[in-house]
């Protein structure tokens, strides 16, 4: 098994390097979506979140700047929002629905997506997001396979536990209306075919269920991101878990996200990786200061500057230190029938 994940990291750093030495970019489309952060904060402390060890504002973005986000977005032809906050959960925003109205009766916004750890809806909200037409998915992030692993992982309580499995049991009831739009991931390593003793219990009945009659599709990890350095070992070792070793990443050409997965943060800032910067060490502007448009453009020399130290292999600490990089040298399955090169990302831009 060693040798044959060590052969798969040289085959992958040759295709790197030569693709580098021909010149070869392949970057995803960009402004075909656009990633904003309606709230910075969450009802759980999981051991392996960045969130807890955070340094950027706790708080929810009001309805109007959303709104206005949205409104500079689709002028520049942003059509698809991915809601998910870097560290939060979407619903401890009070006010999110309005939002979520705002985006489904939109004209010129096609489809939205999230993940949730479901513990802050209830029976109502549910079922309005059952109903929604552009609701392109909703994943549910799952910690742990029972009440006592759950309250480990995320440092919460027995009550915040069984609101979960309500919540899936309410799923459960109409989960059809959402026309396989659900997905369940479960963060923990154990069993995957729920064999086990260890899976027994009200959460793991549920999923099992829903995996069952509804064929709602599951995935299991145990492996998880460094949060560019802020998660260790050693914060997981009570757990099932494995932090990813930045030293099995080859990191050679700029990061393909920050062409392609911008974020507005909750407080305004634009920061250039939407997935595992959780302090915002990749901020390019602020809407606050400068409209999108500004911001997202080949005059931002902050922008510019960023692309270019990293086309000259200067990574920031946080970039350094992550896992989750991932090269413009380097193919991707997910775009792979619609890539661009260098120049046209600048063109386009």
């Excluded at 075919?193 to 599951?218: E, M, R, Y």
Aim: charged fraction near 25%; proline fraction near 3%.
């Amino acid at each position: 098994m060693i040798i044959q994940s060590n052969l798969k990291h040289l085959k992958k750093k040759f295709k790197i390097e030569i693709n580098r030495y021909l010149g070869r970019t392949f970057i995803p489309p960009i402004r075909t979506r656009l990633y904003i952060e309606p709230s910075s904060i969450c009802n759980l402390k999981c051991a392996f979140c960045a969130y807890d060890k955070k340094t950027t504002p706790h708080m929810n973005m009001s309805n109007q700047f959303f709104f206005d986000v949205i409104e500079q977005a689709v002028e520049m032809g942003y059509q698809r929002f991915g809601l998910t906050p870097i560290t939060g959960e979407l619903f401890m925003d009070k006010n999110v629905m309005d939002k979520i109205e705002f985006l489904e009766n939109h004209p010129k916004v096609k489809l939205f997506h999230f993940y949730t750890n479901f513990t802050m809806l209830d029976e109502d909200r549910i079922k309005r997001l059952s109903e929604l037409s552009k609701l392109a998915y909703m994943a549910i992030s799952i910690y742990g396979h029972n009440r006592e692993s759950f309250i480990a992982t995320t440092k919460s309580t027995p009550h915040v536990y069984q609101r979960l499995v309500n919540n899936l049991r309410t799923l459960y009831s109409i989960c059809d209306n959402f026309k396989a739009r659900l997905q369940i991931r479960c963060r923990t390593g154990y069993d995957f075919s729920f064999s086990q003793k260890k899976w027994d219990s009200s959460l793991a009945d549920i999923i099992k269920k829903l995996k069952k009659d509804k064929a709602i599709p599951l995935s299991f990890t145990k492996y998880y991101n460094n949060w560019g350095g802020l998660i260790t070992q050693g914060d997981v070792d009570a757990l099932d878990m494995t932090i990813r070793q930045t030293k099995d990443v080859y990191k050679k050409g700029p990061c393909a996200l920050i062409f392609y997965k911008q974020q507005i943060m909750v407080d305004g800032k634009v920061n250039a990786c939407a997935c595992r910067d959780a302090n915002a060490t990749l901020c390019i502007g602020d809407l606050k200061q400068a409209p999108l448009k500004e911001v997202l453009s080949t005059g931002n020399k902050r922008y510019m500057q960023l692309i270019e130290d990293q086309q000259r292999g200067r990574f920031n600490a946080t970039c350094q230190s992550c896992d989750f990089y991932r090269s413009i040298h380097q193919t991707s399955r997910r775009y792979k029938n619609n890539m661009m090169t260098l120049e046209e990302f600048f063109q386009e831009l």
